[in-house]
């Protein structure tokens, strides 16, 4: 089995972790502090980091596309710096790129979410390269596993879900 790694923020980690690691295709998921200036980050002290979620996937049952498409469904990626009640630079909206293929369908996604109009704006999501990943401390781990009826501000939008593309594969 190969596996691949993504990254992502979209607001709060403990939503993104609990709706993403529900895919088929996603073998594991972890959530810490990643694009920022703090080394050795902390939820105390995490400088310009975002909240942010490491996927390791497998390409075979899930495409790297499908994940962006999910990622722009259960986050609203047009606003700058917020996440439903959230706010601050900790939760920005952002794609931090491992390689040039999963930059281009990270920028090829967002050209198609802005041109559907099915969204409230344009998407104001950073496509960045991927730098250090902080795992966060073990009490933001699976938190909404462990905290049923916790927080969070990320559900899955029925409405924005793009038109499937003539030359994506079945």
Partial sequence: MTEQRAVLAGGCFWGMQDLIRKLPGVN????????????????????THAEGIEIIYDPDQVSYRDLL???????????????????????????????????????????????????????VTEVEPVGSFWQAEPEH????????????????????VLPKRADAAE
């Fill in 69 to 123: 498409e999910f990622f722009f469904q259960i986050h609203d990626p047009t606003t700058v710096n917020r996440q439903g009640n959230d706010r601050g630079m900790s939760y920005r909206s952002a794609i931090y790129y491992v390689d040039d293929a999963q930059k281009n369908v990270a920028l090829d996604t967002i050209a198609d979410v802005d041109a559907s109009g099915i969204w409230p704006g344009k998407v």
């Fill in 141 to 160: 781990q699976d938190y909404l596993l462990r905290i049923p009826h916790g927080y969070t501000c990320h559900f899955p939008r029925q409405d924005w």
């Fill in 28 to 47: 594991t998921t972890r959530v810490g502090y990643t694009g920022g200036d703090v080394p050795n980050a902390t939820y105390r002290n995490h400088g």
